[in-house]
């Protein structure tokens, strides 16, 4: 069972960049699917969430209306759409699975490796 986040980058401000979040060993259509995302001393901080089998997304208040989470279910790979992008988007991203959006982290039991995103100009 593994997670294997791509797409990470270098992106100016105001930029866009797709993540992907490829599931190997697991469907992911039977588990929510969270990003989350974590830079140096903050706490990871919940970016956003979907569970295709109830149509549930989740979007925290610092991405709502510039980040769109999505899901393909022939590859097997969710991702996170992210449009004019600030510095504080700054972060490695990781995303992870669980079994709902609402759960807390620390119920979410297989992670991927992280994608750097850096917004600089």
């Known amino acids: 069972v593994q997670l294997v986040e791509s797409g990470g980058g270098l992106v100016q401000p105001g930029g866009s960049l797709r993540l992907s979040c490829a599931a190997s060993g697991l469907i992911l259509d039977y588990y929510a699917i969270r990003w989350f995302r974590q830079t140096p001393g903050k706490e990871r901080e919940a970016v956003s969430c979907?569970?295709?089998?109830?149509?549930?997304?989740y979007y925290s208040d610092s991405v709502k209306g510039r980040f769109t989470i999505s899901w393909d279910s022939v590859k097997n790979t969710v991702y996170l759409q992210m449009n004019s992008l600030k510095a504080e988007d700054t972060a490695v991203y990781y995303c992870a699975r669980g079994t709902q959006c609402t759960h807390p982290q620390i119920l979410y039991d297989v992670w991927g490796q992280g994608t750097q995103v850096t917004v600089s100009s």
């Open positions: 979907i569970k295709n089998s109830d149509g549930t997304t």
